[in-house]
């Protein structure tokens, strides 16, 4: 994001992982993001890259395991003179400690979190780029990875848009039942991050079931 970017003054390097490098080019270029003095955009997990001393890193990932193993590795042997580690999501207290712990020379200058873990396509439309939910259909081919993907995405776009729905869901679907039931639990635990202040009455969020919808198969 701009504000993340533009908050770290001088030359920067811009570390992101697999999922940011999609994101960051479908809300400002990289020609865009290069004019905020960054001298290099690279991957995270990417090995062998060399040391800068004189550049500060903006990480730019999603708080994932994966990630924070990444970064306590980097951290350990910086690259940089300084690092300010931004994430798409909320990250957990565990995982700050794990980095707080792994930051040994004192090189981590910010922390914050910039809810962008999703893939804006245009004003009206977005994606969380799952490339099939067909796991979730049954008990025996669930993936929790897949549907936590989905929980985080959606939690994600209703912190950017600044939204506390109520949840209505298709009282047909167990999927729909349980996704609505996830996503009540994580506004009521993240509450004063999800307190907006009531001017008006909240949105709706209706969660449907594909499988059950009668246009699809006219289209």
Known sequence: GRGALESVSGVKILLLDDETMTI????????????????LVEKLSMENRAS???????????????????LCKELRDPLYGEY?????????????KELAQADVKEC????????????????????????????LLSSASWEDAVFERTCDGLAAVLL???????????????????????????MRAENVLFDFGRRSEPPLLLIVDRRVDSLTPLL
Request: aromatic letters at 8%; one cysteine or more; a neutral charge.
């Open 24 to 39: 960051v080019p479908l809300v400002r270029g990289f020609a865009e993001v290069m004019r905020e003095e960054v001298y």
């Open 108 to 135: 981590v200058r910010s922390v914050v979190e910039m809810y962008a873990d999703f893939y804006p396509v245009n004003r009206e439309l977005f994606s969380i780029n799952v490339p099939s939910t067909s796991c």
């Open 84 to 96: 300010s580690l931004v994430f798409t999501n909320l990250i957990s207290d565990d995982m700050l």
């Open 52 to 70: 800068q001393k004189h550049l500060k890193a903006v990480c730019l990932l999603r708080p994932t395991v994966e990630n924070v193993r990444d």
């Open 160 to 186: 950017a848009l600044k939204k506390a729905p109520t949840i209505r869901y298709q009282g047909s679907s167990d999927l729909a039942k349980t996704l609505a039931q996830e996503m009540n639990a994580r």
